[in-house]
Structures are given as C-alpha cells and as structure tokens.
C-alpha cells in the first residue's frame, strides 16, 4: 500500500490553468477507473471534488476536471481563482480491495 | 443534509484502546458503505478502513490490520473503528466518510464528518 505519487507544491495565478499529476501503478490507478480528488482547506473537512476519474459531484466548479492516462491520473483547473488555493489529494482503489491516497499537493495562487 | 458525527477521541497511553464512534444522518445509512480516514499532525491523508453497508465486508490499511476493527449498527446509524493496541503513529484526526454507494470499491467519501482527535502518549 505505498502512497500514489503527487508533485509536492504547484501555483498559478488567477485565471491561468494547473495541472496536478497522481502517479500510481498496475494495481491501483492503472487498473481501476476508481480515482477521486479532495480538497482541504486549513481546519476544515476534506471535499470530493473528482470521483471515477472524471465525474464532478453535484455543486463543484466545472473548471475542475479529472482524466486518467494509464498509471497516472490528473486533476486540472482552469480559470484559477483564490479560494482554490488549498491542499489536493488523490485516492485510488488498489487490487488488495483497500484504498490509498496520495502524499498531496499544496496549490498556491499566486 | 448529510451529518456525520465522530466522537470518543482523547488522550491514550502507548498499547492502550479507545472507540471511535460516527453517528450518520441525512441519508439512508445501510445503502452506504463507511470509512475510516485520518490525518496525522502536518502529514496527508491515509486510508483507515471501509464497511460495506451490510456490514460483511470490511478492509483495513496494513498499518491498522490486526489492532483495529471497524463494525457498524444499522438500527443506530452508526460505525465504530475499536483501536487496539495503540501507538504513537496512530495519533491523528480521524476522519468518518461516507462512500458513493455501498460496496467498499465506491469512492470512499462523498461526505465527510469534522474528526475526532486521537492522541497516543504516555
């Protein structure tokens, strides 16, 4: 159950698209279409904002969007605006019938 | 409007036990699988362990398995993660979420509860 692979720190300014990546492998992003996305903003609870790779819950923003190549998994936004600032992670279904999250990512608009 | 409740966090000393509790609302409680998350101080999320909402089938991170079982009563609409055998590393904020739907492969959480603190010292 080893963590997926997040880059630790991405930024953009306002407006602008990002990109982050989860890398996992054979047993778990790359064989389940299984993937979600949480925000977590300091002090609060965690919130799914990409569930099954690329489906959007009911009331998050359409500038968030998932995809998945393979291995690796993705979440961008675009049209980035201040209140997307926050910590991001992925989680992904494994072949041990267990879940595993990724090491995060801090998004910094700049 | 979905609700969940965690309580019977606190202070535990080394090899001891506490009893997570999560009272849910807001949703019919044994169509969901639960699960358990948590998040160490200054560290990410790590998957705990999910219930499917029968209750027959659960799974453990290998970092619990052996010392922590996690059980639901449907009649209450609520989950239980028993903590044995308690260590320093398990202290964390211990996060209840509901699943996508109820078997343990739906995503594991749609909704989230506020946490309950577990500290492990002596």
């Known amino acids: 159950q080893s963590a997926l692979t997040q880059p630790a720190s991405v930024s953009g300014s306002p407006g602008q698209s990002i990109t982050i990546s989860c890398t996992g492998t054979s047993s778990d992003v790359g064989n389940y279409d299984y993937v979600s996305w949480y925000q977590l903003h300091p002090g609060e609870a965690p919130k799914l904002m990409i569930f099954d790779v690329s489906n959007r819950p009911s009331g998050v923003s359409n500038r968030f969007s998932g995809s998945k190549s393979g291995n690796t998994a993705s979440l961008t936004i675009s049209g980035l605006q201040a209140e997307d600032e926050a910590d991001y992670y992925c989680n992904s279904y494994t072949s041990t019938s267990t879940w595993v999250f990724g090491g995060g990512t801090k998004l910094t608009v700049l | 409007e979905v609700q969940l409740l965690e309580s019977g966090g606190g202070l535990e000393q080394p090899g001891g036990s506490l009893r997570l509790s999560c009272v849910a609302s807001?949703?019919?409680?044994?169509?969901?699988?639960m699960n358990w998350v948590r998040q160490a101080p200054g560290k990410g999320l790590e998957w705990v362990s999910v219930i499917s909402g029968r209750g027959g089938t659960s799974y453990y991170a290998d970092s619990v398995k052996g010392r922590f079982a996690i059980s639901r009563d449907n009649s209450k609409n609520t989950v239980y993660l028993q903590m044995n055998g308690l260590r320093a590393e398990d202290t964390a904020m211990y996060y209840c979420a509901k699943a996508g739907g109820s078997y343990t492969y739906a995503y594991p959480g749609d909704f989230w509860g506020q946490g309950t603190l577990v500290t492990v010292s002596s």
């Open positions: 807001g949703f019919t409680f044994s169509s969901y699988a």
